[in-house]
């Protein structure tokens, strides 16, 4: 299939280049030439510009860091929804918020295009093994023509309702993850202060009731998971200012059906927090620093 994949930053290089293993036909643009350059090497098509990347594509992927960025590269004067043929399709992997994406939709609808939502959970390390989760906001229609495409790509292709409702399933999974790690971190600071060997409690944590992905397999305590993030520096993983963009993402959609988030808001100023202390960079399990104790 021709595909054009605009976006070639820590996930969308990785995408883009399975979907060349995968036998499609990949062209490519992303402003960094650097980015390109590399996945030229690896096979793809080089674009001069988004336009050009979109021109003849049957399918456009998009992989850009935020809403503003979708919006300007679907719909600028020479951006995608203008170069495409009718009945071809746009699925936008970035995490935007739900409303934004529903606007794109009727946008492409005019035009006889589709634009569908299919925001990824895994990370880099499940970008490049071809193992990400899609979250699928689209029809059924469109969820059985690009579900090919996203398996070039991932492992669990989920639909998950209309448009929309893919962001919808990505913001709310991450607010659960940035309120558990969290309150991990505020349990595993306050055990290991009040005398308790942190080994210990991460063990009748992962046996009990305050089990959590958090507790088990990121556990933010330095040396209680000796595969997590914490036992490293903190370095890899997922960042705290991706934590807090996604907080963000979460209380301002729940503004806009004026429900209370009471427990993102909070989680949302604690990253903010880490971030202000010139640790946006480092895993978002880093919170744990905000007690004193790593
Ligand atoms: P990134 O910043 O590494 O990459 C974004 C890329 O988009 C960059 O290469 C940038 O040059 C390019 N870009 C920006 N504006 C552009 C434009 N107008 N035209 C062409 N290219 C443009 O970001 P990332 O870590 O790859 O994340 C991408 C999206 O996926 C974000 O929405 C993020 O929240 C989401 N996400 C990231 C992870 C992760 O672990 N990194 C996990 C899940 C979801």
Request: charged share 15%; glycine share 14%; with cysteine.
């Amino acid at each position: 299939m021709k595909i054009g994949f605009i976006g070639l930053g820590h996930m969308g290089s990785h995408m883009a280049a399975n979907l060349i293993k995968a036998g499609h036909e990949v062209t490519v643009f992303d402003l960094n030439t650097e980015a390109m350059n590399k996945l030229g090497e690896q096979g793809a098509t080089l674009a001069i510009s988004i336009g050009a990347a979109a021109r003849g594509s049957e399918i456009v992927v998009t992989m850009l860091p935020a809403a503003a960025h979708v919006r300007s590269v679907l719909t600028a004067e020479d951006g995608v929804l203008s170069n495409l043929a009718q009945g071809a399709t746009v699925i936008d992997s970035s995490t935007i918020d739900p409303q934004t994406i529903r606007e794109l939709a009727k946008a492409g609808e005019l035009l006889g295009v589709s634009v569908v939502d299919a925001p990824v959970s895994g990370g880099t390390g499940g970008a490049q093994a071809g193992t990400l989760t899609f979250m699928v906001g689209s029809t059924q229609e469109q969820y059985d023509r690009i579900t090919p495409v996203l398996k070039g790509m991932g492992k669990n292709i989920v639909h998950c309702g209309g448009v929309g409702t893919g962001q919808v399933a990505k913001i709310c999974n991450n607010l659960v993850l940035g309120i558990t790690m969290a309150g991990t971190a505020e349990a595993m600071a306050l055990g290991a202060k009040l005398g308790i060997d942190p080994h210990v409690l991460g063990s009748i944590m992962n046996t009990s009731t305050g089990r959590s992905w958090s507790s088990e397999v990121c556990n933010p305590y330095p040396g209680v998971v000796s595969t997590a993030p914490a036992s490293r520096e903190y370095s890899g993983g997922f960042g705290a200012d991706l934590m807090l963009k996604d907080l963000g993402l979460a209380t301002d959609a729940a503004k806009s059906v004026k429900q209370p988030a009471f427990m993102g808001a909070l989680a949302q100023q604690l990253y903010q927090a880490l971030s202000t202390q010139g640790r946006g960079g480092l895993d978002f399990s880093a919170v744990v620093k905000l007690y004193d104790c790593a």
